[in-house]
């Protein structure tokens, strides 16, 4: 009896053990909010950029990334987050469901925990749900030219909503009347609409609507120094051994920094060397 159950027990984690990530790849998750265009409607966001919809994303962010000292670098924008780990990293042992799974419950729930601390008067009327995607990246200039990608379309997003939003609220028009106005109009266009006939310069809008969120670690060697630690030990630990306790208690919540800059340019990785190795 105990040998049939035994048998049963393999052959069922056997279909379960398939998604193994390749390793000494950067892991990348995606999550997006389900729904989010109407989750925002019915919660009454501000037009176009909800700053407590933000701070709530950023902060289950930092929650992930606490959590998982193996996630090296995050990126928000809207209703989404991207998870960057560390190249060598043997988080979950590189299962991918376990690891998408993981971090988007992890965000969900912190997202809904804070909720009411955050959004006060307004109640949690639905609880949102938000999907994930886990791709791989060889090479930093893939991993690059990917989160260039994701900062690109806050840019281009945050334009067009910055536009639409000012023809509907300033000028009354009705949103299919905004979506005409700015059809085919290219960056440029939007700039001076902005310009001529709302006062408004683009670029001094708040950087965190127009760049996103970048959660990175500190310098672990900053850290080290620190704690007098060897440069050897950390060494050692950066190169995801098992008994990388060491940057394990290293990388923990204090150790987050926030950003809202330009990483499509070489200047933030190149004052940043140690993000991506
Ligand atoms: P899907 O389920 O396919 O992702 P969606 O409705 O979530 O559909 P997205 O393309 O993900 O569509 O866009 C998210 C939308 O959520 C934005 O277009 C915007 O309307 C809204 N939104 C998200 N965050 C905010 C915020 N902080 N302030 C105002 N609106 C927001
Ligand atoms: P892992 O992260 O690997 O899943 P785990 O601690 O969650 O670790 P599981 O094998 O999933 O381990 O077992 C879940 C454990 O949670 C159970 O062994 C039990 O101790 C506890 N648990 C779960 N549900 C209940 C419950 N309803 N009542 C009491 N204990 C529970
Ligand atoms: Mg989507
Ligand atoms: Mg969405
Ligand atoms: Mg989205
Ligand atoms: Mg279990």
């Known amino acids: 009896e105990n040998t049939k159950l035994n048998s049963k027990r393999n052959y069922f984690k056997d279909l379960e053990r398939n ?7 950067w892991i990348v998750v995606r999550i997006d909010g389900k729904g989010f265009h109407k989750f925002s409607d019915k919660h009454n966001f501000t037009k176009p950029n909800d700053i407590r919809s933000i701070n709530l ?19 928000g924008q809207s209703d989404e987050y991207t ?30 925990y804070n909720w009411n601390k955050v959004f006060k008067g307004t109640s ?14 060889p090479n930093i200039s893939s991993l690059r030219d990917y989160l260039s990608w994701r900062q690109a379309d806050c840019h281009i997003n945050n334009m067009y909503n910055l536009c639409f939003w000012m023809l509907v609220q300033k000028r009354d028009l009705s ?13 440029n266009d939007k ?7 709302f006062q408004c310069e683009y670029d001094e809008e708040e950087a965190i609507y127009r760049k996103g969120t970048i959660l990175h670690r500190k310098n672990p060697e900053e850290c080290v120094e ?3 630690l060897s440069r050897n030990e950390t060494l050692y630990s950066f190169r995801g051994n098992e008994e990388s306790s060491l940057l394990g208690n290293l990388k923990c919540a204090s150790d987050i920094i926030t950003v809202h800059v330009d990483m499509i340019n070489d200047t933030f990785w190149s004052e940043r060397p140690w ?3």
């Open 275 to 277: 993000i991506l190795g």
């Open 124 to 137: 949690l009327k639905y609880c949102p749900a938000f999907d994930a995607r886990v791709v791989l990246y």
């Open 191 to 197: 700039r001076a609409l902005l310009l001529s006939e």
């Open 19 to 25: 998604t193994k990530l390749l390793p000494h790849t």
């Open 83 to 112: 998870f960057v780990t560390e190249r060598y990293s043997r988080m979950l042992d590189r299962n991918s469901n376990k690891i998408m799974s993981t971090i988007v419950s992890l965000f969900a729930a912190t997202y809904v």
């Open 57 to 75: 994303m950023n902060c289950a962010a930092q929650k992930v990334m606490a959590e998982y000292p193996d996630i090296i670098f995050s990126y």
């Open 226 to 228: 620190s704690l007098s």
């Open 175 to 187: 949103h299919q009347e905004a979506e005409e106005r700015l059809c085919g109009t290219f960056s």
